[in-house]
C-alpha cells in the first residue's frame, strides 16, 4: 500500500476481518487492527536581516531560517525572495548551512542605478532545479528531511534609490509531499527602514545692515534632516 496526501494527519486505525464457515455451517469472524501514525509534511521560516535601518551603501547579510518541524520529509524546495526598491544582490554570496551555492534566478529590476526613476523590484528564487553546492556540484534543495534545519544566508547591496520610509522584506518558501502535493508557500517578512541623506544649507550674518568698514561675521550651517 503507498500512503498518499488523502490519508488524515495523524493516528489512523487500519483494521483486516475474515469471515468463514466450517462444514456444518457455523461461522466465524475475527478482526485485527494496528495504529498507524500519518505525518504531513509542513514548513516554518523566520527571517532576519543583520541591519533593521539601511541607507546608500549598505550592505545587510539577509538570514532565512527554514525548518521542517514534522517526521514527513519535504522535497522540491523553492526559496523566493522579494527585495525591495534599491537593493541589488551581491553576486557570490549565497550559502546554505555556510556552504556556498549557486547565485539565484532573478526577475524584475537586476540593477538599481542611482538618479534612476525605477519603481520596480528584485525577485531572486533558489529551487531544487538550479542550485548547487559549488564545492561539489550537488543538487542542495532536493529535500529537507524530517525534524531538520536550514539556513539561507547571502548579502545584498543598498543603492542610493531607496525607499526613504518604512517597508517590509518578505520571503516565500514552498515544497511538495512525497506524492507531489504542494506544501506551503509559507511566506514571512522583516521589517526595515530605508535612509536617504537631505542636506539643508543655511547662512547668517552678524548684520543685515552693515555700514562702510564694518565687519561682519558669518555663519554657515550644513544640516542634515533624513
Not at 32 to 40: A, E, G
Request: glycine fraction near 8%; hydrophobic fraction near 30%; charge should be negative.
Amino acid at each position: 500500500a503507498i500512503v498518499t496526501d488523502n490519508a488524515s494527519g495523524g493516528i489512523n486505525e487500519n483494521c483486516a476481518n475474515i469471515t468463514g464457515y466450517d462444514n456444518s455451517g457455523t461461522g466465524y469472524t475475527d478482526e485485527y487492527c494496528i495504529s498507524i501514525t500519518v505525518y504531513k509534511p509542513a514548513l516554518e521560516i523566520v527571517k532576519d536581516v543583520s541591519q533593521h535601518g539601511v541607507e546608500p551603501g549598505s550592505e545587510p547579510l539577509i538570514t532565512i531560517i527554514i525548518e521542517n518541524p514534522t517526521y514527513a520529509t519535504v522535497y522540491n524546495i523553492t526559496i523566493t525572495e522579494f527585495l525591495p526598491r534599491g537593493f541589488n544582490y551581491t553576486d557570490g554570496t549565497a550559502k546554505l548551512d555556510g556552504r556556498k551555492i549557486s547565485d539565484p534566478n532573478w526577475t524584475g529590476i537586476r540593477e538599481f542605478e542611482c538618479g534612476s526613476n525605477d519603481t520596480g523590484q528584485l525577485n531572486l528564487t533558489w529551487n531544487f532545479t538550479n542550485t548547487n553546492f559549488t564545492d561539489t556540484n550537488t543538487e542542495a534543495l532536493v529535500v529537507i528531511p524530517p525534524k531538520t534545519t536550514r539556513i539561507l544566508t547571502f548579502r545584498v547591496h543598498v543603492k542610493c534609490n531607496v525607499q526613504n520610509t518604512t517597508f517590509n522584506n518578505t520571503v516565500n518558501v514552498s515544497g511538495v509531499t512525497g506524492n507531489g502535493s504542494q506544501v506551503g508557500p509559507n511566506s514571512t517578512s522583516f521589517e526595515m527602514r530605508g535612509y536617504i541623506a537631505d542636506a539643508e544649507l543655511y547662512k547668517y550674518a552678524s548684520t543685515n545692515s552693515p555700514t562702510f568698514f564694518e565687519y561682519i561675521d558669518y555663519m554657515v550651517v550644513i544640516w542634515n534632516n533624513p
